[in-house]
């Protein structure tokens, strides 16, 4: 089968599509034949080297951490799934023809398989960092970056538990922020003005999806380090706030059961290319402008 690896740290040159073996199902996990794997900013920061101490890779290595696809085997243990069954979720090596996914869930009929093969790591890290701040029904919070992928995921499921969202987007983006539910205003200097002004009755957490520095203004919006939390700026806990990377501060699987609760919940595709072209792929995602979620497409 094809699927697409590194051979090296570097540039999006060192990507190959190659001819490999395929995964076995593994106890506990499922065997899909791809429909589409999300790509991360993640990605490119494991292509480039950059977490080679927290996250080393043995070369040639894949690439991918979700995707969508139809399930061709189950490994032992699995219960609830069959062959057949189109599901989305976590894995590795996922931009392939086949991979093994060991956390996922059952796409909604509703839904186009291709779009969800962008959720899994979106759905998660929205439902982790919602969870870990926990604003109090009925309060009003502030989603930094809410018109991308995670931001998109964020605020409705924030909707959904009974938040007042406002969300900061680029001016293009105003509208499609608004469209979730939320409140738009646009981000970049003079923030904090614009907030309070939206926001009279005060912001009980603040979420930094898009690690654009502004964890101070955060904090100072809030009132509250503890109520400040970032996926994307690791000099947050030098201002009192914290970083949330890891997915086992939450439970994957009830993210993922609350998105699909929500009726319409979805996160636009912005772009979809083949496995050949996934160097092109991540740089779009790294430039942290892709507008939804860009997917490989084997
Ligand atoms: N720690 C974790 O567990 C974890 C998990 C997933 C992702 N991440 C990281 O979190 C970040 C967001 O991921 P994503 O998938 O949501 O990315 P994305 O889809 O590319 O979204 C980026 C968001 O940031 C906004 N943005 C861009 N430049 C900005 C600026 N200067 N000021 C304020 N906002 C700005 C974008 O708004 P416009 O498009 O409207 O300009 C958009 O809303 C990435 O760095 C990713 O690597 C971390």
């Given at each position: ?18 001819d490999t073996s395929e995964p076995v199902a593994p106890a506990g996990g499922v065997l899909i034949r791809v429909i589409a794997s999300g790509v991360n900013g993640l990605d490119a920061i494991l292509r480039q080297g950059f977490m080679a101490e927290q996250m080393p890779v043995e070369f040639p290595a894949g690439v991918g951490l979700e995707a969508s696809g139809e399930v061709l085997a189950v490994g032992e ?222």
């Amino acid at each position: 089968m094809q699927a697409v690896q590194f051979r090296a740290y570097g540039s999006p040159d060192v990507l190959d599509v190659v001819d490999t073996s395929e995964p076995v199902a593994p106890a506990g996990g499922v065997l899909i034949r791809v429909i589409a794997s999300g790509v991360n900013g993640l990605d490119a920061i494991l292509r480039q080297g950059f977490m080679a101490e927290q996250m080393p890779v043995e070369f040639p290595a894949g690439v991918g951490l979700e995707a969508s696809g139809e399930v061709l085997a189950v490994g032992e243990g699995v219960t609830g799934t069959a062959v057949g069954d189109v599901v989305f979720g976590f894995g590795a090596a996922t931009a392939a023809e086949k991979a093994v996914l060991v956390t996922w869930a059952a796409v909604p009929a509703t839904v186009d398989p291709i779009e969800a093969g962008g959720w899994a790591v979106a759905i998660e890290t929205a439902g982790r960092v919602l969870t870990l701040l926990a604003p109090a029904e009925g309060s009003t919070v502030l989603v930094s970056g809410a018109s991308g992928g995670v931001g998109t995921a964020l605020v409705q499921l924030a909707v959904a538990r009974g938040l007042r969202v406002i969300g900061t987007a680029s001016e293009a983006n105003q509208e499609r922020v608004t469209a979730l539910g939320a409140t738009a205003v646009v981000y970049g200097d003079g923030l904090a003005d614009r907030v309070r002004a939206t926001a009279p009755e005060g912001v009980s957490a603040a979420f930094d999806l898009a690690g654009s520095g502004i964890v101070p203004e955060l904090i100072e919006i809030v009132g509250d380090a503890s109520h400040v939390i970032s996926i994307a700026d690791f000099s947050a806990p030098e201002h009192g706030a914290r970083v949330s990377t890891s997915q086992t501060e939450a439970d994957p699987a009830a993210s993922f059961a609350e998105a699909i609760a929500i009726d319409g919940f979805g996160i636009p595709v912005a772009a979809t290319f083949p496995l050949a072209r996934a160097g092109e792929a991540q740089e779009l995602v790294a430039g942290k402008h892709s507008g939804g979620k860009v997917l490989l497409v084997p």
